[in-house]
């Protein structure tokens, strides 16, 4: 096997890293001279950032002045550990670092647990699957994890037009399931509508959201849908007053339950989410279920490695194939990562790659 040559320790790659408070600062970090039995040493390429979910980080017991921050990573092996299996040098690979890296996307080398990682096609290129990794795990692990998805099944999916929405709606016309979905502006509207007949019907919500309700039904029959898989939910009437006009276009819980068919499956991210008596009643009569979609669950927990392996292996061989085709995202040059990540943190649905 081929090794490539060790990089000298004297080498130091920087990392941009974010505090609690999401204020940027640097810190660098030393690679070791000798990798560990299954750690891969990696010369990025791309990553992207994502908003980091600081309360989860408290939660789990990182009370960590600096997080690490681009953790979706695409780039080249230069050095394997001596019992790595999975890959060699030179091979092209992509990943999503584990909560507890030491390393940031940002740094032009990085060590990772050959467990992290799967190979990327060679026709993928390096921007666009650091851009869409996450999004495209998040929607295998809501439609096939939490709701079962199976042909024949109707999904709503709320914000059709976000890098998410689009990824869930594609993944769910591939194995021939029913998609409805809704926009929340005009320009989103015109963007959906350019998706059919592959989406069955797109609903705008940016005028009133009390069409969902009428516009569902009348799609299914008054049967409902099998699967929802929203971007947010409103909890309480009366609460997008205060909202910003992003937020106001969510749809209420009640709604979402309405909607719903029997035997019908909700994946919410809406972590706070709470259920009074009458939403929780209205579940039982439908026997309704409800998931919330953790997209740091495979990363956090190590009982279902080789199950995420294969969810990352089949999600970018579907990317490869065109299956999934992530909206593009113009890549940002190393200089303007801190920008972007502030961009990405204040608005969570935004994206941003950078490429090194």
Not at 28 to 51: E, F, I, N, Y
Not at 109 to 126: G, M, N, R
Request: proline share 6%.
């Amino acid at each position: 096997m081929k090794q490539a040559p060790v990089l000298p320790p004297s080498r130091r790659p920087l990392s941009i890293h974010v505090t609690m408070e999401t204020r940027p600062s640097r810190r660098s970090l030393t690679l070791p001279d000798v990798l560990s039995s299954h750690q891969v040493r990696v010369q990025v390429k791309a990553c992207g950032l994502s908003p980091l979910d600081l309360k989860l980080f408290r939660d789990v017991g990182m009370q960590r002045d600096l997080i690490p921050v681009g953790r979706e990573v695409a780039g080249v092996v230069l050095q394997v550990g001596p019992k790595v299996t999975f890959f060699q040098p030179e091979d092209e690979v992509v990943g999503i670092l584990p909560l507890d890296s030491s390393f940031s996307g940002l740094c032009e080398v990085i060590d990772t647990d050959e467990y992290y990682l799967v190979q990327k096609p060679e026709k993928l290129s390096s921007v666009c699957v650091a851009a869409a990794l996450r999004d495209g795990l998040c929607a295998y692990t809501a439609l096939h994890t939490h709701a079962r998805m199976a042909a024949g099944h109707t999904l709503l999916v709320t914000d059709g037009a976000s890098s998410f929405g689009l990824m869930c709606i594609q993944l769910a016309c591939y194995h021939g399931a029913k998609v409805l979905t809704t926009s929340h502006s005009p320009q989103n509207h015109t963007f959906l509508e350019q998706l059919r007949p592959s989406v069955a019907r797109v609903i705008p919500v940016y005028n009133s959201s009390s069409e969902l309700l009428s516009a569902v039904m009348e799609e299914t029959g008054g049967l409902g849908v099998d699967i929802v898989v929203d971007s947010g939910v409103h909890l309480h009437e009366g609460e997008e007053e205060v909202e910003s006009e992003e937020k106001k276009l969510l749809p209420h819980k009640h709604d979402i339950i309405s909607v719903l068919g029997v035997g019908g499956h909700w994946v919410t991210s809406h972590q706070d989410l709470q259920l009074d008596p009458p939403d929780c009643r209205l579940l039982y009569l439908k026997s309704a279920s409800v998931s919330f979609l953790n997209p740091e669950v495979w990363t956090a927990s190590s009982s279902q490695q080789g199950r995420y392996l294969h969810i990352l292996k089949d999600i970018v061989e579907k990317m490869s194939s065109g299956v999934l085709r992530p909206q593009p995202e113009e890549a940002v040059p190393l200089y303007e990562a801190t920008v972007a990540m502030e961009t990405v943190q204040r608005h969570p649905k935004t994206k941003a790659v950078v490429q090194l």
